[in-house]
């Protein structure tokens, strides 16, 4: 995962749509969060404040911001000695802290 964007979004002639963004954001993990949060944050920028895109996108940011910061656990509620996805915080979620002892 790199912070390339595909030509197609960047083209002058190109409007940024929120399709656009759901389709950045949809499958974000914590390790990828905050390189996808800096994608949109370059998508969005020249947009007004009122366009569709621009407010999803706000929107996505702080939730990858939160999701880069916290983690996650999918799908299910965590089941005893499920470990939830990494975030980027560098602490160890408490399971991994207890088995080191």
Known sequence: ???FEHP???SPDHEVTVDDIRQLTGAATPHFAQQIRNR???LIA???A???ARIEGER???RLTRLGFTGETRGTPAQPGQRPLRSNS???PAL???EAR
């Open 90 to 92: 560098g602490a160890a």
């Open 60 to 62: 996505e940011i702080d």
């Open 40 to 42: 949109v944050a370059k």
């Open 46 to 48: 020249p947009l007004p």
């Open 8 to 10: 197609s979004r960047t």
């Open 96 to 98: 991994e802290a207890a």
């Open 1 to 3: 995962m790199s912070e």
């Open 50 to 52: 009122d366009h569709p």
